[in-house]
């Protein structure tokens, strides 16, 4: 590792494609249905936390000594293994490409380190519950604190990035990043499957224009594993998963259809119900690792599924200001 004088490349700006989508609005969307139902204060002190304590903290001053390396292996390596001093469980790089930004946005980066950290299956032995979403809010609390420090540490090595939190208005889409950074595939309820996580991870991301070595998409053979299986599909009370891929849904990453999940269906289930979560501990994938929580305590092989009577489908925020999503049996 050297470390040289000052200078920075000028890095070309990366504008989205128009088949990006539009970043989804939240706040308007919630607005529309009478405002968030979950109210648990836990989970209102870790959205305290994250607003006031870690977003001022995105940004920071870039050292002017650059550190550079032998290779882009090289720089890989040690920021994966720093990923993980910080509290990654899995961590991985990729190139952004304009398909992976929502629209409207640009970056001025190259490179994308993705990073995951599971959530403890502990917490979600009956869903929807407070436990659960607790566990959501807690880990989007402490990856932030990931992605903070990594952005930290790199902005010390002389270079500057940007801070893509995992709970929102990112300028990246998580899912197709996490994709390509070889995190794991694409599960028929429309979250990565990591062959040893299962989907029962969260995702936030540093962009960065450090040259390292990328990661790769993987074929596991979960995508013909979820053509065999539809409990997703089966225990979502919103009836929001679809039954076969279909063109409609796009493509994931190794080309096959995607199933659709008709999130106007969703949201309004997970707005109401503790953030849903129902078909992630659900999911049947591996689903034995997640029973031993990794920490040898013992936990149930399925989890107690609360189904509540779905709200009606909800398509508030305007086409042009959300994700495209095929509406399943409407
Ligand atoms: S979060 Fe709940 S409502 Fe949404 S797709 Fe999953 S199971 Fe269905
Ligand atoms: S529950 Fe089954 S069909 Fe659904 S994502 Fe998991 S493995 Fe695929």
Redesign the pocket.
């Known amino acids: 590792m050297n470390v040289l004088a000052p200078e920075f490349e000028i890095t070309e700006i990366i504008t989205s494609s128009e088949d990006s989508p539009a970043a989804f609005m939240w706040d308007e969307w919630y607005a529309g249905v009478g405002g968030r139902e979950i109210d648990i204060p836990e989970v209102n002190e870790y959205l305290r936390k994250i607003h006031t304590e870690q977003y001022p903290r995105f940004d920071g001053e870039v050292s002017p000594l650059k550190m550079t390396f032998a290779t882009p292996e090289d720089a890989s390596n040690y920021i994966k293994s720093k990923a993980k001093e910080f509290g990654a469980d899995m961590v991985g790089v990729c190139m952004i490409e304009p398909s992976d930004m929502y629209r409207g946005r640009s970056v001025t980066h190259e490179f994308a380190i993705a990073v995951g950290q599971k959530m403890l299956w502990r917490e979600f032995q009956k869903v929807p519950s407070r436990e659960s979403a607790i566990e959501c809010l807690r880990i989007y609390y402490s990856l932030g604190e990931t992605v903070i420090q990594l952005a930290e540490l790199i902005r010390s090595m002389g270079y500057e990035c940007k801070v893509e939190h995992p709970i929102g208005d990112s300028d990246v889409l998580h899912i197709p990043i996490g994709l390509k950074a070889g995190f794991g595939e694409l ?3 429309g979250s990565i ?1 990591n062959p040893t996580f299962d ?1 029962l991870f969260r995702m936030g991301s540093v962009l960065t224009s450090l040259p390292m070595a990328i990661d790769h998409p993987i074929d596991a053979g ?1 995508a013909k ?2 053509d065999n ?5 089966i225990y979502c009370p919103a009836d929001a ?1 679809g039954d076969e891929r279909t063109p409609e849904a796009g493509k994931d990453h190794l080309g096959n259809d995607r199933y659709k999940v008709d999130t106007g269906k969703c949201f309004p289930y997970f707005a109401k119900h503790n953030y849903c979560s129902i ?1 992630l501990p ?4 591996n689903h034995k690792q997640w029973a031993r929580d990794f920490d040898g305590i013992p936990t149930k092989l399925f989890p107690e599924v609360i189904m509540h009577t779905p709200p009606a489908p909800c398509d508030l925020v305007a086409d042009e200001n959300k994700h495209f999503y095929p509406k399943v049996k409407r």
Not at 229 to 233: F, G, K, S
Not at 282 to 285: A, E, I, P, R, T
């Open positions: 599960g028929r309820h499957i989907p979960i594993f979820c299986c539809r409990a997703c599909r998963i078909c659900v999911c049947v994938y």
